[in-house]
C-alpha cells in the first residue's frame, strides 16, 4: 500500500529528547512517511539537531517560527503535509518501529476507514503502563460510541495515538484552537465528519510523563473557561445532532470539571506559581470568570452544579496548604 502518511512535530526546547525520537521514526518498518517538524521558537540547540536530522533524511522538513505555541505550530504543520494521512508526535516521546504500519494494516482491512486510534504506553521512568481498548471497528452511527468509550480510558483528549484522514480535515477546515483541551476539541470536531473508526488494542506510541518544561506548560487566562465551555458546548451539540443521542452532556459536563480543576490544580504543580499573591489573584479571576458564565452551564447536572459551587465559594486566601490537599480529591471525584 503506497498510502503517504505525514507525521507532524511541533518542537520547544527539546533537544534533550530530539535524538530519541526522530530515530524511533526513522526506525518506521513503514518506510512511506513525511516528517514536518515546527520549531516553535526554541532557545536550546533544538533547531540545529532538527536541521542535522533534515540533511540526513529527506524525509524530514523543517519549518521554523517564532514560539505561538502547540496548536498554532500544528496547524503550519497541517498546511505544510501532503500526505493521505495525518498523525502526531510530540517532541519529547518515542514510537515503536511497527507504529505506522499498524495503521497501515489496519487500512489493507479496512479501507473506508477514516480515523484509526491506537493505545498508548504511559512511561514514568520508572514504570509503564498500557492504556488501551479492545479492537473493535465503529461504522457511522456507532462512531459516537466508540469516541464514548475512548473518553472513559481517558484516550480522547489525545492525537499523537490517532490517525487522521487529511481529506476529511481539509474539507472541514478543521484547526487546532487556541485553548484549553485543543486535542480534545479537535478530536470532538473531526469526530463530526468520521465515516468509520476503528479503535485498535496495539500501543506502540510511547508518552512520557515529564515535570520540565516543553511545549504544554503554557498559562491561560481566566477567559479561557468561557471559550472552552462554549466549544464544547457547540462542538457536543454537533455530534448530538448528527447521532441523535443527548450523551453529549455527560461528556461535555466531565470535560469542563476536570480542566477546571486542572487549571487550579497546576498552580500547585513544580512548574507552577510560586508567588503566593499571583496565586490568590488568579483563583479570584477564575472564580469571577465562572460566575459571570454560569449561565452556560445552565444544562450541567444538579450534582456538578454543586461542584463548581462549592469551588467558587472557596475563599481565595484559603492557606496552600489546605487548598493543595483539596487536589487529590476533586480528582477522586472527577474519575
Not at 1 to 30: A, D, G, H, W
Not at 253 to 261: A, I, P
Request: glycine share 4%; aromatic share 12%.
Amino acid at each position: 500500500m503506497n498510502t503517504l502518511i505525514s507525521i507532524i512535530i511541533p518542537v520547544y526546547n527539546s533537544e534533550e529528547y530530539l535524538e530519541t525520537c526522530f530515530r524511533s521514526i526513522l526506525k518506521q518498518t513503514y518506510s512511506y512517511f513525511e516528517v514536518i517538524i515546527i520549531n516553535d521558537g526554541s532557545q536550546d540547540d533544538s533547531q540545529h539537531i532538527c536541521e542535522r536530522f533534515c540533511t540526513e533524511s529527506d524525509k524530514f522538513h523543517l519549518i521554523n517560527q517564532k514560539n505561538e505555541g502547540v496548536d498554532k505550530a500544528r496547524n503550519i504543520g497541517l498546511a505544510a503535509c501532503k500526505g493521505d494521512f495525518i498523525t502526531f508526535v510530540d517532541s519529547d516521546d518515542y514510537v515503536e518501529e511497527n507504529w505506522l504500519q499498524t495503521y497501515i494494516n489496519t487500512l489493507e482491512k479496512h479501507p473506508s476507514c477514516d480515523w484509526i486510534v491506537q493505545g498508548i504506553i504511559i512511561d514514568w521512568g520508572t514504570k509503564t503502563s498500557k492504556e488501551a481498548l479492545p479492537t473493535k471497528l465503529y461504522k457511522e452511527n456507532e462512531v459516537m460510541e466508540g469516541f464514548f468509550q475512548l473518553e472513559k480510558r481517558y484516550l480522547s483528549g489525545f492525537t499523537p495515538n490517532k490517525m487522521y484522514k487529511r481529506s476529511v480535515i481539509e474539507a472541514n477546515a478543521l484547526q487546532f484552537k487556541y485553548t484549553l483541551k485543543e486535542d480534545l476539541l479537535f478530536n470532538i470536531q473531526y469526530c463530526q465528519y468520521v465515516h468509520e473508526l476503528c479503535i485498535l488494542s496495539d500501543a506502540h506510541y510511547h508518552y512520557i510523563q515529564r515535570t520540565n518544561g516543553s511545549l504544554v506548560h503554557k498559562r491561560y487566562p481566566p477567559y479561557y473557561m468561557k471559550n472552552l465551555i462554549e466549544s464544547l458546548r457547540d462542538a457536543g451539540t454537533a455530534l448530538a445532532r448528527k447521532y441523535n443521542n443527548n450523551d453529549y452532556e455527560h461528556f461535555t459536563e466531565n470535560c469542563y470539571l476536570t480542566s477546571f480543576v486542572a487549571l487550579l490544580a497546576s498552580m500547585y504543580k513544580t512548574n507552577g506559581i510560586k508567588n503566593k499573591k499571583e496565586r490568590i489573584a488568579l483563583i479570584r479571576e477564575y472564580q469571577q470568570e465562572r460566575k459571570s458564565n454560569a449561565h452556560i452551564l445552565l444544562h450541567f447536572s444538579s450534582k456538578s452544579k454543586k461542584l463548581f459551587g462549592d469551588i467558587a465559594k472557596l475563599p481565595a486566601t484559603i492557606s496552600d496548604s489546605i487548598f493543595s490537599l483539596l487536589f487529590p480529591f476533586m480528582k477522586k471525584i472527577l474519575g
